[in-house]
């Protein structure tokens, strides 16, 4: 089958999205063009991820804040700029860039970056947090709490995987004596493969109440947490508002497994008070299902390694190609040999093996379409096997019967011509050394 030789279709469509993010550029008549600059610091290319045109309502941060998609001129790389209108910095905010810049967890977007300007808006000055751009990711509030998608409800296996990323990630905070502050259904982000990242890890400590003791900022952390999870898996933020608490409990009562609510209530009730709830003691309350997704996760581990291993026998093949391609019916202009290039020596053999290989017929005349045939003939030439072929002109009237093994060294004489007449005809241009490393970047992996 097609899918045996490259990566499965749903993995090759999530890297097409992903690089579509990448290239995402405002249109000139878009009304967000009035409120977004062309550059800002050292990012260009802003893209507003906000779909509101008007002044942005006052968030879980406190304030309005505008959140665009940019690409670094320095690294290229794609990042998140979050600026914050009218806060008051209460704390060095290079001393948070530095502790939560060096804080990496596979489910927290880690920040970058924190600088003051004034480039969105020349007359006043914007606090700014750069973090890792989160491809194709939504909030949990937008993707499970919107009106229009509050129909069935999340399997138990999908939440306990959002349970056991979001605990892992606090988990990893507290450890280091710190508090995430920001686990609100609005900035935790889901992709659509279902990985869960806490955003904006690092912005409340900057424009935050500086006099809040981190035992009772952990404290809140995990009734933020239960009423993460409580709100996600009833799909409303008002599942955890007082007056429907009771209800909301009851619902996951009847529909899951009694783990899921004794974990809700655990966390957000917190008996015997803040002191005696910890993440390491809610971890160890479920830890029988962190080892679940555990195995889940070794699983889709193994399976990327298959998808990857696709990949880069491709690539293998891709480069013995590009080789054969360029030896192959090359045109060489004003020499002597200009019409004799492929049809002579070495050249001969290949042009035949590219017809045997690719150019295939049956009985009828009709042409072979043999994908399995293609790559598996690919293969030996790039191993050079000792098995033997007959090669036959298009006329028929030539017949020889050759090794992979000698075909390969055909191929390998041929190419190494090349790059010694493209050293000549660039009178000069690469020296010895490169010429050799330029031959191996072609070498078979």
């Given at each position: 089958m097609m899918s045996d030789f490259f990566a499965a279709e749903q993995l090759r469509v999530d890297l097409a999205t992903r690089a579509a993010q990448s290239a995402l550029m405002l249109d000139a008549h878009d009304p967000r063009v009035a409120f977004t600059p062309d550059r800002v610091?050292?990012?260009?290319?802003?893209?507003?991820?906000?779909?509101?045109?008007?002044?942005?309502?006052?968030?879980?941060?406190?304030?309005?804040?505008?959140?665009?998609?940019?690409?670094?001129?320095?690294?290229?790389?794609?990042?998140?700029?979050?600026?914050l209108d009218g806060v008051k910095i209460t704390v060095d905010h290079n001393s948070m860039r530095k502790v939560w810049g060096e804080l990496q967890h596979a489910s927290i977007v880690r920040l970058r970056n924190i600088f003051i300007t004034n480039e969105f808006d020349a007359q006043s000055n914007a606090l700014t947090f750069v973090h890792d751009f989160v491809f194709g990711a939504m909030t949990m509030e937008e993707r499970y709490m919107r009106a229009q998608d509050t129909v069935g409800d999340i399997s138990e296996e999908l939440v306990w995987s959002y349970i056991a990323q979001l605990t892992s990630a606090i988990r990893f905070v507290h450890s280091r004596g710190k508090a995430v502050r920001c686990l609100h259904a609005s900035k935790v982000?889901?992709?659509p493969q279902h990985r869960v990242y806490i955003n904006c890890c690092g912005v409340l400590d900057v424009i935050g109440d500086k006099k809040a003791q981190v035992p009772d900022l952990q404290a809140e952390?995990?009734?933020?947490?239960?009423?993460?999870?409580?709100?996600?898996?009833?799909?409303?933020?008002?599942?955890?508002?007082?007056?429907?608490?009771?209800?909301?409990?009851?619902?996951?009562?009847?529909?899951?497994?009694?783990?899921?609510?004794?974990?809700?209530?655990y966390l957000i009730s917190q008996p015997g008070g803040p002191g005696q709830v910890t993440i390491f003691s809610?971890?160890?309350?479920?830890?029988?299902?962190?080892?679940?997704?555990?195995?889940?996760?070794?699983?889709?581990?193994?399976?990327?390694?298959?998808?990857?291993?696709?990949?880069?026998?491709?690539?293998r093949l891709?480069?013995?190609?590009?080789?054969?391609?360029?030896?192959?019916?090359?045109?060489?202009?004003?020499?002597?040999?200009?019409?004799?290039?492929?049809?002579?020596?070495?050249?001969?053999?290949?042009?035949?093996?590219?017809?045997?290989?690719?150019?295939?017929?049956?009985?009828?005349?009709?042409?072979?379409?043999?994908?399995?045939?293609?790559?598996?003939?690919?293969?030996?030439?790039?191993?050079?096997?000792?098995?033997?072929?007959?090669?036959?002109?298009?006329d028929g009237q030539t017949l020889l019967v050759v090794s992979y093994a000698d075909l390969k060294a055909c191929c390998e004489r041929s190419f190494t011509e090349l790059l010694i007449a493209g050293n000549y005809a660039q009178a000069g241009g690469f020296g010895n050394r490169s010429l050799m490393q330029h031959a191996q970047s072609f070498a078979p992996a």
């Open positions: 610091h050292e990012y260009h290319t802003l893209f507003p991820l906000d779909a509101v045109v008007d002044e942005p309502e006052v968030g879980a941060l406190g304030c309005t804040s505008r959140v665009y998609k940019a690409v670094s001129r320095i690294d290229g790389n794609t990042y998140a700029l979050r600026k982000l889901v992709t952390d995990l009734r933020g947490l239960g009423t993460l999870i409580l709100e996600t898996v009833c799909r409303s933020v008002e599942a955890s508002q007082a007056q429907n608490l009771s209800a909301s409990v009851d619902y996951i009562a009847a529909h899951y497994h009694p783990d899921l609510k004794d974990l809700i209530v809610a971890s160890a309350r479920i830890s029988g299902r962190l080892l679940e997704q555990l195995d889940h996760t070794y699983q889709h581990m193994d399976y990327c390694h298959a998808e990857l291993a696709k990949e880069i026998q491709n690539g891709f480069r013995l190609l590009v080789k054969l391609c360029m030896i192959v019916e090359r045109p060489q202009r004003d020499t002597p040999a200009a019409d004799a290039w492929s049809e002579t020596g070495d050249r001969y053999l290949l042009k035949l093996f590219m017809d045997y290989a690719f150019h295939q017929r049956e009985e009828n005349d009709r042409p072979v379409v043999d994908f399995g045939s293609v790559v598996q003939c690919l293969n030996k030439l790039d191993v050079g096997v000792s098995e033997r072929i007959m090669l036959m002109s298009s």
